[in-house]
């Protein structure tokens, strides 16, 4: 295979995420774009999540490609925030697990930013949407209302 996840260690995430979340929605975080805050709120617990995402544009439409768990609070569609650079926009958020669609838009995302600004790793030969799409990802589309 081509393409990996490479996501950083763990240890880094739950340093780095209390200081982006600290950050990202105030004006210092438009430095760092495309990052931003997504708050969305719990189906079974209730409870508030604010989760430090990339959110990239892809053909016009705002994602974010993410394999955490934390995804299936958007199953079935979800009222959300986005937080970034001082600004905070409502949204509705929407799973998308066809590895078609998640492979395609994928594909996209790297050739805009880079497969590390994604957390993958691409080696070998130019990948494959399929090879985007074995990357078990899942993408959220955001609609901002």
């Known amino acids: 295979m081509t393409v990996a996840v490479k996501a950083p260690p ?16 105030t004006r210092l975080g438009r430095r ?26 892809v053909d016009g439409e705002h994602v974010i490609f993410t394999d955490r768990p934390w995804r299936e609070n958007a199953r079935g569609g979800a009222d959300v925030v986005v937080a970034a650079g001082g600004r905070r926009r409502p949204g509705y958020a929407e799973l998308i697990d066809d590895p078609v669609t998640v492979g395609e838009s994928l594909a996209a995302a ?36």
């Open 32 to 57: 760092m774009q495309p990052l931003a805050i997504l708050e969305i709120t719990g189906h079974r617990t209730g409870r508030e999540h604010r989760i430090p995402v990339g959110l990239h544009d």
């Open 110 to 145: 790297v050739g805009q930013v880079g497969p590390r600004r994604l957390g993958l790793a691409v080696t070998g030969t130019t990948p494959t949407t399929a090879d985007y799409a074995a990357t078990g990802k899942s993408m959220i589309r955001i609609r901002f209302v």
């Open 10 to 25: 763990a240890a880094l995430i739950r340093v780095l995420n209390p200081i982006m979340r600290a950050v990202l929605p």
